[in-house]
Every structure is written in C-alpha cells, then in structure tokens.
C-alpha cells in the first residue's frame, strides 16, 4: 500500500495529488473511477482529513476529478479535458456477475483493521500471531529439504498430506477414512465454496443454524440457495427441526457446525447427533459438518465427530488448519464419498487447478512433526487462558448488561446484550474507542448479540478492549 | 491411491475385494456408488484385466455389489442384504451444480497419465521436472528464514510478492502497474475463474479465439456465456472481426492470447495490437490479455503486452508463472484497474481466503532471487531445442501427411492433420502406443488438429514418441 513519506520535502497533499495522477495516467484509475471518500482516504493513508480535502481540491482544479454530492469524487469522463470517451464503463462490470460483495459490516470491519493496526481485534476468528507455530514451520523450511514435484499435482491434493490427515484424524479423532475419500482444500472456505457450487442448484433449500458462522457467507446467497434456519439453543440445535424444515421446503442439504459452534460456542451431545443421522439416514439428506475447532478443547477431550458416527455415507466432514495452527497456511480437508470427491476435485481444477505443492509440502511436514502436539496443547491453555481473561473483563465491567455461556472450547463468547441496541451505531461507536467486534446479526436473525474472540487480541489488550467496549456500549 | 502390494501372501484379487469391503464399510462408498469398470480400475491398480474381473466376482457373490448391463457395477442399494436405504441420492447431488465437468478428452487424459507414468505426455501444458527452478526453491526453503505473519493475509495477495511483480513486468515487459491495482491468483486459471463470475453475467455473451486454450475450459459454459469466436489465421486474430461480433451479438468481453498462443503458436503484430486496443476503445468493451508464455520468447526478445500500451483502462492483464517457473508453485497475477481489483478480490475471499503465505513468500523470493533471470535463459535454451527435436522428428516420420508453423516460443506444435481423422480415435491409437496429445477440437471448431507440446516429454523421448504417434495416425 502506498503511503505519502513524511521525511520528503514535498507537502503531503501534492504526493497525494502526484499518487492519484500516477494512477489514472497509467489507466489503474480510467475515467468514471470512483476515488475513497476524503474520511476513507485519511483513515487508508494515516494523514489528517485535511490534507486529503486539499489534494482533492487540486485535482478539481486540475479537471482531473469531479465531485458530485451523492455520488461523491470520480475520475473525470474527459480526462485532460480532451479526449472522448474510451474506457469500458468498468462500473457496469463490477457491479454485474454472479457473485454478492461481503456483507457491509464484515467490509467495514476489514477496512479498519487493514489500515490500522493499533485497533483491538476482537472481530476476527483467528489467532493471534505468538499462536501460531511459526518456529516450528521455520525450522520445517530450513532443515527438512523440500524436493518434491513442482508440476501441477494430483486434483485431490498432495498424496502425504492426504496420508498424514488420514492417520491423525484416526489417532485423535477416532474418524476412519482413506486418501481416496479426502480432498484437501484452501481451507474450510474453499470445502464450503465446492459444495455449494457443485452439488446443489440454484432454488435449492437447505438448512443452516441460527445463528451460524454460515449465515454471515454471501457465498450461499451468491449460489442462489433458498436458507431455512435451524435455531440454535443453549445445548445446540432440536434435531427433530430438520423434519419439519424437509416438510415445509424439501430442503437438500444440512450445514452444521455441532463443536464448539461459531458464534455462540455451543456442542451437541452425542445423543443429538446419533438422532441427526438417524434423521438424516431417513430423509436421505447430507450432512456438512464444519468441525473447524474441535482440537481446541481445554480439556484435550476432542468432542465426537459425526462423520466418525455415519455409517451411511451421510456426512461431508470439513476440517482446517486454520483455527489450530495458522489461517495463512490456508490448508483444509474434506471427507467424503468418493463420487463427491471426484466431482468436486473436477471443478476446483477450473477454477484454480489446485492448491500450491510448497503449502501443502509444509502441513505434510507440520502434521508429521513430534511438535505439533505440543504446540496443540500449548494452544488450548493459550485459549483458556485469553478467555478468563475476557470473561473477568466481562463480568468487572459488563456485569448484568450483557450475559453469556462460557464454551470449553473454541475462539468465541457469544454475548447477549441485555438491552435494545443498534448494531451499526455500537459498532462504530467500539471504532472511535480503538476496539472492533462482530454485530451478532451477521449471524443470525435473533438481535441484540455480539460476537466477541479472544483469539486475536493480546493476552494485555483483552481487558483494555473490553473496557472500550463497554464504553461505546454506553454510548448506544 | 491405494495399491495392491505384491510382495504380500494374500492373492491380489483378494487384497481388492477387501480395499472395497473397507471402503463400503467406511461409507467412502456408500450404497448406490459406482465402481470403476474393470478396464480403468485394472489400469489405476496396475494388474492384469482379469485380476479386477475375478475380485468383482467375488464381491457381486456376496451381494456387497451389482452389475447391469449398461450401467456397470456399483455397490448394493441393500447393503449386507438387510439394511434398508439410508445413503443420499449422492448421484442426484454428484450431477447437480451449475459446474459442468470437464470435458471427457481432458479427463481420458488425465486419467491415463495420473496411473501410468512411463507414458510419454505431448499432452501436458506443463514443463519437465527438469526445467522446474527446483534448486533455487530448495535453497530459497533452506537459507531465507521464513518469518511471516503466518495469518489471514490481504485479499489482494502478499504485498512483497506484488512489489517484486510491479518491478519485474516493468523492467522486462516495460509494464507500468502499481501493487494497488495487481491481485495474486492461483494461476492464470483463477484470473479467469474469477473474471467470468464476477463481471459477467448468464447470458453474456463473450469473443474468444477459435482455436484456443479458453476454449477447451467449461469453466465458461459453467458461467452460462454465450461463446462467439474470431477465427485465428497464421497471423492471429482479425481486429476487425470484434467490430462484426460487437454487431451482431453485443459482446461484452474479449479473451485473447496475444503472444504465442495456446494453442497456435502465433503472435499478435504490434500493428494489429493497436488496432485491437482502438477498436475495444471505440466499443468500450474490456480485453482479457493471457499472456503466460511471453517470457518463453526462444530469442529473448518478450512481445508487446497489450496492457503496456493500455493507456484507458481497457486491458485486464494475467500472468502466471506456471509456464516459466513452476505450475504447481500456484501463482498467477491479475493487472487491472482499482476498483475491478477491488471487486475479484472480495469475491475470491468468499471462495477460498486467497493463498497461501507460504507459498506466496516462495515466489517472492524465486523473482527476487539473482538466479530467475539465469533460468529463464535457460528455460528458453532447453525449450528452443526440445521443439527442435519435435520439429525434427516430425519431419522425418510424417513429412507431408501433417503441416505446421513453428513458432519461436511458447510450448506447442500446432499440427494440421493432411487427411480426414476421428480425434477419438486416434487418441485411443495413441495411448495403446504409449503417448498422448491434445486433440484440436478440444480448442476449437475447425476439426483435423493436433496439439503436441515438447514441454513435457524429456529430449530422448520425443523422437520415440512423434513415431508412436505417426504409427497411430497410420491406424486412423
Ligand atoms: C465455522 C467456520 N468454518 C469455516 C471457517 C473458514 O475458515 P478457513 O477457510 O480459514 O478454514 C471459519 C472461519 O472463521 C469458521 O469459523
Ligand atoms: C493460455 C493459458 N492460460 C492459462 C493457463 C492456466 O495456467 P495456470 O493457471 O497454471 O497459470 C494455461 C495453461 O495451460 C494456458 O495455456
């Protein structure tokens, strides 16, 4: 990202000015661009407001740009007042296809924490960076010579990695199944993205909880799904819903996360799950069981699967990397029939023909490595850890106005807020005081919640953030 | 995969019939699935034909399985003889989706080559492994510590990885970018992925070369373009014929291959280059510039892109490193303007969360490294002579029964067969001798070609195996 250099001797504003004329001369902003709102410019270059309104008004001046209330700063349709008019109307393209942008509070939350790093992050579902295992991919790259094959690679992914998910998802899963039946994916996103690509059709109903990490995907709008929602309780979803859901709408497909659910942290027994396969097994509908958290069990007690409990071929069991080791290795599995993973390893070879050999060789070798079990212990009390401290953090300065259920596992407290209040507002309300979150209506359809991660956040950031939040609380 | 292991005292049929038990037992495949005929399986497996004939016997004995004419063997519905039906209708789900699977060449091709690696491959896109940078990624791996935030990286891909890209397209292409407007890919293959669902809509309709690489990619169909095509001559394209197809369909988009295209092997005059810019720039519709093989240029002397004489923002620019450095490294780029780059980059989060960090800091180090620019002169050097081979071989063993035009880059001989033949056919002629090829109505309408790439096969046996072609040519 390019940013203006305090050290020249130029103003800021002319090296805005100079920055933005660069890019239309070489057509990265062509005639009709729409320019960042003065406020989104400041925030992006980390320089006073001011200073962005005076660059604008130079290029007014310049008649490189236009301002129109409404429709805010463009880049002039006849740039340098000649020439006619040449370029694709680029809006037109962007706002065609069928693909939905991400949800405008999920924008809004990237954005801030894009450019300022200073924020609490209490929004996003990942871990914070001493999490990760990072010495031990280090020492992976430099000791253990890579020399594998650099062509394009077998559709379902690389064959070791496939072997070492098999082994591991016995040992610690008690789950049977062979590198036939796996398909590795750019993490549980991409297992998502193939099966609502691919095995369900526009018009088709399906089922997701409520709230659900799911709910907040425009991708399953962008499939053109029809979502029905199973509400989610203290002790999880009511099995017998699917029923009346399969009665009401036919729905085709079930999306569950049963452990540690995302957002609100709830397990279902294992009595629920035995009665949602026997439900499944007799409407004869799938199951995808997103099972992103279940090694992060504080106790080591991983909760049972239920694809380890399917003995019909029901269940499309998706696991990740991504909340146990590092999101960025972008390393995911799907567990399937293997006429599903032939179908799907089909179509992601059109769409990215694969995954790269060198992320995959490196999970291969963390997977494989004696480390990797202590640094899965070392997480869950991290975890615990950063979650005592939300919740002294909570209950010091939140006490009755919100309440909550303490999940034994997973990234999240899913908080009720024990008064009416407006998401958007409280939302930028946390901004203004340095921390984010996540509105709980990106979830679900129930109002009043937040979701708040311990994950991200420094251990001594955690009570500060709280504070904070309480504050913009107060404030909506 | 799973093979038998012939060293062990079970007979092999035997360790067959119970790899299946296992994978019914498991639900890897549940009831209803279908079994690979014996011809394919007995090819995956490596045995003899009668081998798998014997170990379905077996299983059809004890009810797990059923043959019918028709529609092959497949597993029991009434699984054990007793258990009544409680499996998907994984069929239903497998032939849903709006993915259409890819085309049944591609497929026989991938299949022959993934089980059986003495076959030699004129088929395959890709370089030997001996042309791949392997000995620069391993010391890359070895001695650059790798210290990165191993966490959700930024949409629009590894910021280093963009810088190095924004230097290397302008020192070698005289290509004027910037990183705002550049997003990684997963090869060009996701470029265009994304292109086609994110800025085009069902109905569209879209210009592509006939012949050409786009041609042979559902992946179009699968977006619901209507498809029309400019005929390429030994020159390339007609200009001209974008203004008729704007005509008479309102194309929306041009997809083209400007330098060395795949699968001709021509390159774009700049005369004709320009042309094609003004004209897009009259009808104000974007140009789609895959530009993978420039740097194979046998004399060093890269082409003009279409985008570096972009000056409205027409062009969206790919590139990829999976034609001069490795495919399976995974790393493609998108040069386009800001607020295209903007759209594509949240649409690819919802599919996948971009690349991997790993992977991304590879290629970031490969480009930056003092050794890139060796291998790429090398990499032309060994490819120059590899077509050489062909070209002589060709000559020698067809002489007048096929015609071609060399080209001076790029990975393919573009073969027009002198007489009429059955693509299928010959296909089938030619594995049986232990090579495949590219038929041409893979990539487009006018019948009576071959793609043959010198790429792939190692220098010894292309001679071996242009005979075996022309052997099956004789038999077509
Ligand atoms: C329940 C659940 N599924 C899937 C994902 C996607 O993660 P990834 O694609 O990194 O595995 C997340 C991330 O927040 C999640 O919470
Ligand atoms: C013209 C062209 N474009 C794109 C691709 C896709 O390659 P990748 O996704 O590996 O960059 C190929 C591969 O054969 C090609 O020939």
Redesign the interface.
Known sequence: ??KPDRSAPMPLYRQIVEHIE??IT??????G??LPSERKLAEQLGVNRSTVVQAYEELRASGLVESTVGSGTRVSLTKWGVSP???????L??E????L??LPFM?RI?EVT?YDASIINMA?G??S?DL???RI??RI???E???????????QGY?PLRQALVNKLLQDQNL??????MLI???S??SL?LIT??????G?AVAIEDPSYTYS???FQ??GLRIFRLPVHADGIDPEDIITLYKNHRI?MVFLNPNYQNPTGTTLSDVKKKRVLAI???L???IVEDDPFSLTDFRGSIPTSLKSL?????VLYIGSLSKTA??????GWLVA????V??LS??R???????????QW?AERLLASEEFDKHIKELRQSLQQKQLLMLEALTHTLQDRISFVPPVGGLNVWCKINHAIDDGKLLEEAIKRGVVFVPGSVYGSEPGHVRLSYAKPRPEEIAIGISAFAEALERS
């Not at 065609?96 to 693909?99: L, V």
């Not at 010579?145 to 559709?155: A, I, K, Q, R, V």
């Not at 590092?326 to 390393?331: D, H, K, N, T």
């Open positions: 990202m390019w660069r890019g070489y057509a990265q902003l062509p005639p661009s729409v008019l040449h370029t694709p109307n680029w809006r393209y962007t065609g296809g069928t693909f942008p991400n924008r990237r894009r996003s990942e871990l960076s990760f295992p990072n991919v280090s790259l430099r000791e010579s890579f020399d594998e094959h650099l062509g394009y690679d077998d559709p064959l049977i199944t062979s590198e036939t039946s994916t750019s993490g996103q991409q993205y690509q691919c095995l369900l059709s526009p088709d995907l425009p991708m962008s499939a085709r499944a097994a007799d004869r509908i799938p399917d003995k019909d071929g029901i590092a999101s960025g290795l972008r390393i029939p293997q006429s599903v032939d179908r089909d179509a070879q059109q769409m990215d023909f694969g995954l790269s050999i060198i992320a490196t």
